[in-house]
């Protein structure tokens, strides 16, 4: 019976010491050959997976860490990451060295269980393939213009659903409301294709936010997950959750690829195409093997996270900062006003009002610019980005880089630091970005770097502010915020894109007598 006993307890402890066995095996992968003490590298501040023990409120342990860090690592296994908030370090990798950093395989095997082949994702000829399509796209006055007239389309919609709230006295979630006003502006624009999220008719595209929401905060687990691969392997948990969402979404994207080409092909002879999509779709007849519907799927789902993510979450974390600086957001209804010649109180349509929205007045958004820019600085939409060296390199400030590792830059911590804006840093101050005259003054994209910086800056940077002012200046004519709950704590969602947690829930008051 001894021997029994001890054959039992031998079999129950065995995935006991699997498991520390791993851990071992993980740890000793994880240190050897880091030079953790070497002075000439940056200092470490732990291992990537100790971000688990922050995950919550991970941007602003970054933020703690960098105060005193500028510079600092995380060790990962067989690699470091060296996380920065140096602009020299950040030109010197997004710009001067460009040729030498790559998203590397450690980002593109974790990005592309969601972006796939997107331009995200990808380096080297598929980047530039992409980003010479769509660069030529964004410069076209066609597509200025035809975005510009969906966006004044769908705000005026979503002045209407934020009346019926109003009127009814209920507070709202206006995140949500962001989220599908910008899904179906990208859609419009991007794919020519009308999903009516906002109004609440598509159930399936009201499936596919959720699921590519969801999908986005997936992926980014991944980051500090060390059983991540295992998990996908054996269809478990998170990843298990993942695979499903990603199902969805290429259920649906491929029907959109599907309808969109069947539509260009009737089109043709007419030369009819005002998206971007269709843009793709010409090319891909080209070389259909190369540019194939899934290849097609990964731009598409990449444009969608650049033009609705980064426009409804800056808008949500707008109107949470004018609510908690109502001075600012009476300042900006002001300047709506004389820009646009209208009055308080004016009986005016919503249709009329947005005819008063043109590339002119938008021009003259100056105290809106700074406001929203103001909002980016201290919310950025991707808080955390990097590259990784192809060859061992010399940061600016002195800190060597081993080739394999990474260099991340944190747009949110940067956005606190007091040597790079002022004891006033964690203020929400407009005035910063204004000069004597009370004109918009940009800084260097390696200091404010909300929209990346050097050959791959943002393409949509223009596309997204004349989105989010065509918004804001209806919803900020018509309506005064107000937080539902000022006691509640408002924070973020740790994701690859800064989400409010739990949503941004307000009450609208009306600032007109009209009927809207």
């Given at each position: 019976?001894?021997?029994?006993s001890i054959i039992f307890i031998s079999i129950a402890a065995t995935p006991l010491v699997l498991f520390v066995s791993c851990c071992l095996h993980l740890l000793l992968h994880v240190f050897s050959n880091q030079a953790i003490n070497n002075p000439q590298y940056p200092p470490v501040k732990g291992t990537v997976f100790h971000q688990l023990i922050y995950f919550k409120k991970l941007y602003d342990h970054q933020t703690e860490v960098s105060r005193k860090h500028p510079t600092f690592r995380l060790l ?414 408002v924070t973020y969602r740790t994701m690859i894109t800064l989400h409010i947690d739990g949503g941004l829930h307000v009450c609208a008051v009306p600032r007109t007598s009209s009927g809207i």
């Open positions: 019976m001894e021997a029994l990962g296994p067989g690699q470091s990451v060296a996380y920065t908030t140096d602009p020299r370090n950040i030109e010197h990798v997004l710009k001067t060295n460009f040729d030498k950093y790559s998203k590397g395989k450690y980002n593109q095997e974790i990005l592309s269980g969601l972006f796939g082949d997107g331009i995200f994702a990808v380096d080297g000829d598929k980047w530039r393939q992409q980003r010479k399509l769509a660069s030529f796209e964004f410069s076209t006055r066609v597509l200025r213009d035809f975005s510009c007239s969906v966006f004044r389309t769908n705000a005026a919609k979503l002045v209407r659903v934020v009346s019926n709230l109003a009127i009814a006295g209920q507070s709202f979630d206006i995140q949500d409301i962001f989220m599908r006003c910008a899904l179906d502006s990208i859609f419009k624009v991007g794919f020519g294709v009308e999903l009516n999220c906002l109004e609440g008719s598509s159930e399936e595209a009201t499936d596919f936010m959720k699921a590519f929401d969801e999908s986005n905060a997936l992926i980014y687990w991944r980051y500090v997950d060390p059983l991540w691969k295992l998990k996908r392997l054996l269809n478990l948990g998170s990843e298990a959750s993942l695979k499903k969402n990603v199902r969805l979404m290429d259920n649906f994207v491929n029907n959109v690829i599907s309808t969109r080409r069947n539509l260009l092909l009737r089109q043709l002879s007419n030369n009819a195409k005002e998206d971007i999509l269709s843009r793709f779709l010409v090319e891909s007849e080209k070389d259909p093997e190369k540019m194939n519907d899934r290849y097609l799927k990964d731009i598409i789902l990449n444009f969608i996270i650049a033009g609705k993510d980064s426009s409804a979450n800056t808008l949500s974390w707008f109107i949470y900062a004018l609510c908690k600086n109502p001075l600012v957001q009476e300042k900006v209804a002001q300047e709506v006003r004389e820009v646009t010649g209208s009055q308080e109180n004016e009986a005016i349509s919503i249709d009329d009002f947005m005819d008063k929205i043109t590339d002119s007045t938008l021009e003259q958004m100056h105290y809106l610019h700074s406001a929203l820019t103001e909002t980016l600085r201290l919310f950025p939409a991707v808080p955390v980005d990097g590259r990784f060296a192809e060859a061992d390199d010399i940061l600016p400030d002195g800190f060597k880089i081993r080739k394999g590792d990474g260099v991340y830059y944190m747009a949110y911590a940067m956005g606190r630091m007091p040597h790079l804006w002022g004891e006033d840093a964690e203020d929400f101050r407009p005035e910063r970005w204004l000069d004597s005259n009370r004109v918009f003054q940009p800084e260097s994209p390696f200091k404010f770097i909300a929209f990346h910086a050097g050959p791959r800056i943002c393409l949509g940077k223009d596309f997204a502010y004349r989105q989010m002012k065509i918004v804001s200046m209806a919803l900020l004519h018509f309506f005064r915020f107000k937080l539902a709950d000022a006691t509640r704590t």
